[in-house]
C-alpha cells in the first residue's frame, strides 16, 4: 500500500469513539441550528415537517461520513517513518520521517478528555501545517509521542521517556491579573471614563458609546477567557528531549518543545507587567521556508512562560540558548534623534555563539538568537540613519519578519558587526552540525568522543559514569543533583562544568 | 557606499540600465504626448510646452533615480557567503551564507526576455533575508544559479 513498495507491518485504526468526539464537536452548531428553526416557526407546526427530514439527513450522513473516515483511517509507525493514511476517494498517505519533526504535541479537547482520549499534533519542517492523529487513547498516545521523540533523538524507540524538572507552574491568580492589567483593559476604562463625561454633555451621544463600549467589552472578554483557557494551570519542565509545556483548562495540550529546535528566545516585558517584575518568554520553532512572494509563512512561536518572575524566565532562557550571556551595549546618545520613542530600551551584543538584542517603545523586547539558526545577516541603512552616522544590523531567523535586531549602531561598528556575526554564525554551524553528525551516531557506534564545552574555554573531561538516564545531545540542563542551575551534558555524561546565574565554573559531580 | 567599483563586487548587467533607460523614455514620450496634445486642446501652444517640459524633466529624474539605484546594485561571491548591497535612499547590505539557502529562482519578465535578461533570487527559510540580483545575462544568471546550488548542497545546513 506504501508509495515506495516495501511492506509497512503494524498498521494501527484510530481509536473507534473517534467518529463520536468529531461528531459531537460538529454536533453543538447543528442543535443550536434546530433550535432556531424550531423557535422561527413557532407554534403552528406540529408533528413531524419536511424540515425535520432534512436534519436527520444531516445527521445521518455526518454520522456516515466519520465512520468511513474512520474506516479508512490508518498510521504505523516503524521507528523511523510515521505514516498515515486516510481519504477513500481521493487516498492520502502521508509519510513523516522522524529526523524532520519539529515538535510533538498532545491535545485533549473537552469532549475527547470526557472520553479519556487524545489527538497527536505532529509538527514537520517544511509542512504546511501540523498532522494530525485524532483521537488515540490517552495511554497510546503518550505512547506513541515517547517513541516518536526518542526516535528523534537517536535513541532506540523503546527507551521510556526522560524523567524532568520541573521549573514552574503558574498560578491561575496571577495569569487572570496578567491577563486583566493589559492594554485592552486599560482601553476599556478610558472608554468608561469617556462615556461618564459625554453622558453629562449628552444623553443620545451616550447610548450610542454605551453600544459600542458593550461590543467592545464582548470582545476583550472572548480574549481574556481565550488566553486564559489556553494558558490555565501552565507547567513547565525541563527534560534531556526538550521543554515539556502543559496547559489548558478544558482542553488541555501537553507539548515537548526540542531545543535545538529553536530559532530564537523572545522575552516581552509590557508596561503594566514590568510594575509587577513580570515578563513574558517566547519561543520561535521553524515552519515553513520562504515561498515566492508571500515570503515565509509558517513560523511557529509558542510560550515557554505566558506570565512570570524574571527570575524563572531567566532560568529558562538560559536552558535554551545556553548560560553565558552576552555583554550587552546601549545604542550611542545620538541615536535618541533617530529613535526618540524607543532609544531607552535599545541595546544588543554578541559573542562566539548567541546575539542578543533589545528593541521596543512601551513594552521591552528582548531577542536571543543562536548564531547558527541565523539564516541571513543584514545591514539596513536609512537616510536619517545616514546623516547621523547609524545603522542597523538584523539576524534574520526563519519567518517572517523576526530576528535579533541591532538598532541603530555606529557605523563602523555595524560595519565590524556584519563580518563578525557572519563568521561567529559560520563556525557555530559548524560545530552544530559537527554536533549533531556524532550525536546521531552516537547510539550506533558508543560513546563519541568529548566535546569541547561551547562558549568557554577548557572542555573538562568527561567523568566516566555512564549516564543515568537516556539523553539527548550536548547541551547545557538542569543540574541532576541540583546543586547549581545548570550543568553541561556532553552528550554522554555530565561534565563538571556548571553555571549559575550566568556565571560558569567548575564542580565535579 | 554608492557604487560598487570596489573590488570583487560585480556590477549589474549594462543592458538592465538600457532596458530601464528604454522603459523610461517610452513611458515618458507616451505621457508628453498625450498630456501635451491635451493642453494643447484645452489651452494654447505655450501652455502645451511647459507641460511637456515638465514632464521630460519628471522622466530626467526618474533616469537619475534609476542610474543611481543601478550603481548601488551589486554581489560579491565569498567563499562561504553571497553578499548582495542594494539601495541608494535606505542602503541595505545582505549576507546570505551558502548552505542556508532553501533554493534559487530565476524569473525573467516580458520586459526583461525583450533585453535578454534575468533575474536571481535567493530564498531562505527567512522571509527577511534580502538577497535579489537583477539583470543578469541568462549564460551568467544560469552560471550563478549552478554555482549556488552546488555550494548550497556542499554546505547544506539543518534548520
Known amino acids: 500500500m506504501s508509495g515506495d513498495g516495501t511492506v509497512v507491518v ?36 406540529h408533528g413531524v415537517g419536511p424540515q425535520d427530514l432534512v436534519w436527520l439527513v444531516l445527521v445521518v450522513v455526518g454520522v456516515v461520513f466519520g465512520v468511513v473516515h474512520w474506516l479508512v483511517t490508518r498510521w504505523a509507525f516503524d521507528g523511523a517513518t510515521l505514516r498515515i493514511e486516510t481519504g477513500l476517494v481521493r487516498r492520502d498517505s502521508q509519510q513523516l520521517p522522524v529526523a524532520r519533526i519539529q515538535a510533538v504535541d498532545l491535545v485533549e479537547p473537552f469532549v475527547a478528555r470526557v472520553f479519556g482520549l487524545a489527538e497527536l499534533r505532529i509538527r514537520v519542517a517544511g509542512a504546511k501545517s501540523a498532522h494530525h492523529l485524532s483521537y488515540l487513547s490517552a495511554p497510546v498516545a503518550a505512547d506513541l509521542r515517547a517513541r516518536l521523540l526518542a526516535t528523534h533523538h537517536g535513541l532506540d524507540q523503546s527507551v521510556p521517556e526522560p524523567g524532568e524538572h520541573p521549573v514552574a507552574v503558574v498560578p491561575p491568580g496571577r495569569l487572570l491579573g496578567s491577563v486583566l492589567v493589559s492594554a485592552s483593559t486599560a482601553g476599556a476604562v478610558v472608554f468608561v471614563a469617556a462615556l461618564i463625561a459625554v453622558t453629562t454633555v449628552s444623553t443620545t451621544a451616550a447610548a450610542a458609546l454605551a453600544g459600542s463600549l458593550l461590543v467592545y467589552l464582548v470582545g476583550i472578554g472572548q480574549g481574556i477567557w481565550r488566553r486564559f483557557n489556553e494558558q490555565y494551570r501552565f507547567t513547565v519542565a525541563v527534560a534531556p528531549d526538550g521543554i515539556r509545556v502543559r496547559r489548558g483548562l478544558l482542553s488541555t495540550v501537553s507539548e515537548t518543545i526540542p531545543i535545538r529546535r529553536v530559532q530564537a528566545v523572545r522575552q516581552i516585558e509590557p508596561l503594566w507587567w514590568r510594575l509587577f517584575g513580570w515578563c513574558r518568554l517566547e519561543v520561535d520553532l521553524a515552519g515553513v521556508p520562504g515561498h515566492g512572494r508571500t515570503g515565509g509563512t509558517g513560523r511557529v512561536t509558542k510560550s515557554l512562560l505566558p506570565v512570570g518572575s524574571h527570575q524563572t524566565a531567566d532560568y529558562l532562557r538560559r536552558v535554551v540558548v545556553g548560560p553565558i550571556e552576552p555583554p550587552r551595549s546601549r545604542a550611542p546618545t545620538r541615536a535618541r534623534l533617530k529613535a526618540p520613542l524607543s532609544y531607552h530600551f535599545l541595546a544588543a551584543g554578541h ?3 548567541l546575539a542578543v538584542a533589545v528593541t521596543g517603545r512601551v513594552q521591552k523586547v528582548t531577542c536571543w538568537v543562536p548564531l547558527d539558526k541565523a539564516q541571513s545577516i543584514r545591514r539596513v541603512q536609512g537616510p536619517v540613519q545616514r546623516a547621523l552616522g547609524l545603522a542597523t544590523v538584523h539576524v534574520d531567523v526563519p519567518g517572517r519578519r523576526v530576528g535579533a535586531k541591532f538598532r541603530d549602531r555606529p557605523v563602523d561598528e555595524a560595519d565590524r558587526l556584519i563580518e563578525e556575526l557572519a563568521s561567529h554564525s559560520r563556525g557555530a554551524r559548524r560545530r552544530e552540525s559537527v554536533a549533531a553528525a556524532v550525536s546521531a551516531t552516537s547510539s550506533v557506534t558508543g560513546p563519541p568522543p568529548t566535546f569541547e564545552t561551547p562558549g568557554q574555554g577548557g572542555g573538562a573531561p568527561p567523568p566516566s559514569s555512564p549516564p543515568a538516564q537516556p539523553v539527548m545531545g550536548p547541551g547545557w540542563f538542569a543540574d541532576p543533583v541540583r546543586r547549581h542551575q545548570a550543568r553541561y551534558w556532553n552528550g554522554t555524561a555530565w561534565t563538571p562544568d556548571i553555571a549559575d546565574n550566568g556565571v560558569t565554573g567548575l564542580d565535579p559531580l | 557606499m554608492t557604487n560598487t567599483a570596489s573590488p570583487g563586487w560585480t556590477p549589474l548587467s549594462p543592458t538592465l540600465m538600457k532596458m530601464r533607460v528604454t522603459e523610461i523614455a517610452v513611458i515618458t514620450a507616451v505621457l508628453a504626448a498625450t498630456t501635451g496634445s491635451v493642453a494643447w486642446a484645452e489651452g494654447s501652444a505655450p501652455v502645451a510646452l511647459i507641460t511637456i517640459v515638465a514632464v521630460a524633466l519628471c522622466g530626467a529624474g526618474a533616469w537619475w533615480f534609476v542610474h543611481n539605484r ?42 526583461e526576455r525583450l533585453f535578454g535578461l534575468a533575474t536571481v533570487k535567493l530564498h531562505t527559510a527567512a522571509a527577511a533575508s534580502d538577497a535579489r540580483i537583477p539583470g543578469l545575462e541568462p549564460v551568467e544568471a544560469a552560471r550563478l544559479r549552478d554555482r549556488l546550488a552546488a555550494l548550497g548542497e556542499a554546505k547544506a545546513a539543518g534548520l
Not at chain 1, 460538529?26 to 423557535?39: A, D, N, Q, W, Y
Request: proline residues 6%; without cysteine; charged residues 20%.
Open chain 2, 70 to 111: 543601478f550603481r548601488a546594485w551589486g554581489y560579491l561571491e565569498r567563499a562561504e557567503d553571497l553578499e548582495v548591497r542594494r539601495g541608494v535612499m535606505v542602503q541595505r547590505l545582505s549576507v546570505v551564507p551558502y548552505g542556508r539557502m532553501q533554493f534559487v529562482e530565476i524569473t525573467t519578465g516580458p520586459v
Open chain 1, 10 to 45: 503494524g498498521w494501527q485504526r484510530l481509536h473507534p469513539l473517534s467518529p463520536v468526539v468529531r461528531g459531537a464537536r460538529g454536533l453543538v452548531p447543528l442543535v443550536v441550528l434546530v433550535g432556531f428553526s424550531t423557535i422561527n416557526r413557532g407554534n403552528h407546526a
Open chain 1, 351 to 353: 559573542d562566539e555563539t
